[in-house]
């Protein structure tokens, strides 16, 4: 069997998708999203398929060492997207030629479904802004959704008034005070604080007992995220950013943090989340893979999620069901996403309802500017 051609679609903003097809017919899928930079993955999937066409797809660890050894100039998150897009894509490809789901070539499940959190908060305590919060609450709920992620959103600067921390701490306390100690909140900083702000706002916010912070600080200094994990009574959560196992070393030997944030569309696809997952065992650090883009990074996520004991929890959002990019849309019951039982990545992809490719818009720009000075800030 060899590799004949590789095609990509972009079917709407944040989802840029990748097929691989086979003289024997099989055909593999995967996601090349990454915010910011979709045109730069799109050039380094047309580079890679000069190496890639001809070959045969199931030499899955040869081709990924050979994508991250060859160019000399290791990494770089434009080579990781679409590297991981491939990796994902062979993945498939492998499960269809065996008639197996991937979580089967990967040693088997160790687990009977998938818990899943999604994106719920308050943005602000008008009325308004309480009704939205409300209605999507109970919307999630009917899910059976039990863990919701947050944020203080907005643009901040390195120290902020306590006006400000106040505000966003009233709304952290309204929504545990709205689904009670049952349900998980999380909160992501989006490493927009400095370790001082962090460990202040995590100590206002420690009576409501969250589920984790995640990326309390930006994600270039594991000291400084390692100082806020240890002033910080409750767990620290980081790693969507990262790349290859390499990239989660320092993280791990210096336990800067107690849960992994591994996405399956940048840190090396199938194979490095689950090489990520194995390594962060030995310190009993617990995976929650990162997944913000669309279906198909979720159908790999889910796949790994199934075979690894430390998992914790795995992020979706809207766009990630695939309403309008898989023919049948992943279901959410209980909290959950049962296993996938077709081959493969266990998804179908509606090709014809991605054949139109969206506007591309850039994500990055002005909208980071802090209104006060013009200065940059992290989003």
């Not at 309390?216 to 400084?224: K, M």
Request: proline share 6%.
């Amino acid at each position: 069997m060899k590799i004949t051609r590789i095609d990509q679609y972009f079917p709407r903003p944040r989802v840029r998708l990748i097929k691989i097809s086979t003289d024997e017919g099989f055909v593999g899928w995967g996601e090349t999203t990454l915010e910011g930079k979709p045109k730069s993955v799109v050039a380094a999937v047309e580079e890679l398929a000069d190496y890639l066409i001809g070959k045969d797809p199931l030499r899955i660890e040869h081709h990924w060492q050979h994508i991250y050894r060859s160019a000399f100039f290791r990494g770089g998150n434009v080579l990781m997207t679409a590297l991981s897009g491939i990796d994902q894509a062979l993945w498939d490809i492998a499960g269809k030629f065996y008639n197996a789901p991937v979580y089967q070539l990967l040693g088997g499940a160790v687990r009977d479904r998938i818990r899943v959190y999604a994106h719920w908060g308050i943005s602000d305590m008008s009325d308004e802004g309480q009704s939205a919060a409300r209605t999507r609450l109970e919307r999630l709920q009917k899910q059976g959704i039990t863990a919701f992620k947050s944020g203080p959103g907005g643009k901040w600067r390195g120290h902020e008034s306590p006006a400000v921390i106040d505000k966003f701490v009233e709304r952290v306390y309204t929504m545990r005070e709205w689904v009670g100690p049952d349900v998980e909140l999380c909160f992501d900083f989006h490493g927009k604080f400095t370790p001082a702000l962090a460990i202040e706002i995590c100590h206002e916010m420690k009576g409501m007992r969250p589920m984790f912070v995640e990326e309390p600080v930006p994600q270039e200094n594991i000291d400084a995220l390692k100082l806020v994990s240890d002033h910080v009574p409750f767990p620290i959560a980081t790693g969507e950013r990262f790349l290859t196992r390499w990239g989660f070393r320092e993280v791990c030997e210096k336990h800067a943090a107690a849960y992994l944030q591994p996405d399956a569309s940048h840190v090396g696809g199938i194979s490095e989340l689950k090489r990520v997952a194995n390594l962060a065992e030995i310190y009993y650090m617990h995976i929650a893979p990162h997944c913000a883009i669309g279906p198909v990074a979720l159908a790999a996520c889910l796949q790994v999620d199934a075979t690894i004991p430390n998992f914790l929890i795995q992020e979706h959002v809207d766009g990630s069901i695939g309403e309008g990019i898989l023919v049948e849309p992943w279901q959410v019951a209980d909290g959950h996403i049962e296993l996938p039982t077709q081959p493969g990545l266990g998804i179908n992809v509606d090709e014809a309802a991605i054949q139109e490719q969206a506007t591309y818009v850039e994500e990055l720009g002005g909208e980071f500017y802090y209104p006060a000075d013009n200065s940059v800030v992290d989003w």
